[in-house]
């Protein structure tokens, strides 16, 4: 999508810091971090959230997910949260499908 800036860094229109990136995925770190380590995982393809995702994109999904685990452990974090906020009213304000990957500190649960 032309005006997504997730998109915008997926095809290096945009800079980041970027960590891994692959045909499918691209992972940099996030802008406002909230947390020691926090990286924004992000499929190539536009997806507007995980309830935009399809049947056909349950490769991609699990693709990140792995990514995510070897990121986390190639960072040295055996404690970590992955998070993708779905939705205005969860947080969302990018609206390309990103995993939050955050350690570094505690985490409470339940969540605030
Ligand atoms: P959301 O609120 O949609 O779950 O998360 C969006 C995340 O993207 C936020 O944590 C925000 O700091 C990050 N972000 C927004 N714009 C940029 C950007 O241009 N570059 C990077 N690296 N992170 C961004
Ligand atoms: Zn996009």
Known sequence: MSDCIFCK?????IQAQI???????????DLNPQ?????????????ENLAGAQ???ALLLGKIQLAAAKIA????LKDFRLVANNGKGAGQSVFH???HLMGGRRFLWPAG
């Open 97 to 99: 499908l990103h995993y």
């Open 55 to 57: 049947e056909q994109d």
């Open 19 to 29: 960590i891994y990136q692959d045909e499918d995925l691209v992972a940099f770190k």
């Open 9 to 13: 860094i997926a095809n290096g229109e």
């Open 35 to 47: 947390a020691p380590s926090h990286i924004l995982i992000i499929p190539v393809k536009h997806i």
């Open 73 to 76: 452990k190639e960072l040295g």
